[in-house]
């Protein structure tokens, strides 16, 4: 019973994969996570054409997504994929007859979860493809990390190279946090996005999703600095109490302790979106009981 389960929901995910083909949407998306990867890792590129430095291949992307900044617009871009949720098509009223909806629901969230493991793979492909005539793939720090890291470059054309960072870590090791941070996170959201869509419709998943962006975007130490009227010693209390509330602060690799602070470590913030993912999946689960289902048409079929 439960194998024919799992086969059901994995059915459900595959048909929606299915849509995929010559589905412009999915074309756009894709071509705009590119251009975007272009643009944000493009300072790096250039500084290390600049100084004639070759690179480790994932450094690009680890440059580029330790900033927050980068982290929100590719998670947002990634909602032009889900912006149909929750995915009904011709094909929907077949499988609600064929299973129940739990197990429906359950294949959208597979659907969802392998649909933004591919679209961050993208990502980091595309990051390492603009370095690579230039790059290396061994598990060591470049030149082009030292000059930025070691000297005010860094700084002076706003890529968020750390000593920190190279020397707490190795660039396949955080490559893959900063990987599963930023998977997390834009599970997070889609997972938000979906619960909300169920509840009042795809305006309100929107709206949700942009919300916490920006709630995100603008919680920020010097807010809260203002807010507490701390003095500029007591800046790190800002930097906790935005470390710990900020989900999108929890995203970002260079906003946790590493050993010396009061900021979260990268194994609570995973613990964190773990369970806000939970809290979505259930509340989807108590949603769908009393969905109601209307079809206007087929668009999206091949």
Not at 120 to 145: P, Y
């Amino acid at each position: 019973m439960i194998s024919d389960t799992v086969r059901q929901a994995f059915a459900v995910a595959g048909y929606n994969f299915r849509l995929w083909r010559k589905n412009p949407r999915i074309v756009i998306a894709f071509s705009l996570a590119f251009i975007l990867c272009y643009l944000l890792s493009d300072k790096v590129v250039a500084f290390a054409r600049q100084y004639d430095t070759t690179m480790q291949i994932f450094e690009p992307f680890i440059w580029t997504f330790s900033d927050s900044n980068s982290v929100l617009l590719a998670s947002l871009l990634l909602i032009f994929l889900f912006a149909d949720m929750p995915f009904l098509s011709g094909g929907t009223p077949l499988f609600l007859m064929r299973t129940k909806r739990c197990v429906w629901l359950a294949g959208q969230f597979l659907y969802i979860t392998g649909a933004t493991l591919i679209y961050l793979l993208f990502v980091l492909f595309s990051t390492s493809i603009l370095c690579m005539n230039r790059s290396f793939v061994g598990n060591l720090w470049s030149e082009t990390a030292a000059r930025l890291g070691y000297s005010s470059a860094g700084q002076r054309i706003a890529v968020p190279a750390t000593v920190k960072v190279m020397e707490m870590s190795t660039p396949y090791r955080c490559m893959a946090v900063i990987f599963g941070l930023m998977l997390l996170y834009t599970l997070f959201l889609v997972f938000l996005m979906l619960v909300f869509n169920l509840y009042k419709g795809q305006a309100a998943g929107m709206l949700a999703v942009f919300g916490v962006s920006l709630y995100g975007f603008l919680l920020s130490p010097d807010v809260f600095k203002l807010l507490l009227r701390l003095e500029d010693y007591e800046a790190y209390k800002a930097n906790v109490f935005v470390g710990w509330l900020s989900p999108l602060n929890q995203a970002t690799f260079g906003r946790h302790n590493f050993g010396y602070d009061l900021l979260p470590t990268l194994g609570q913030s995973g613990l964190i979106f773990l369970g806000l993912i939970a809290v979505c999946f259930g509340s989807a689960l108590w949603l769908i009981r009393n969905y109601q289902f209307v079809f206007t048409g087929t668009e999206g079929e091949t």
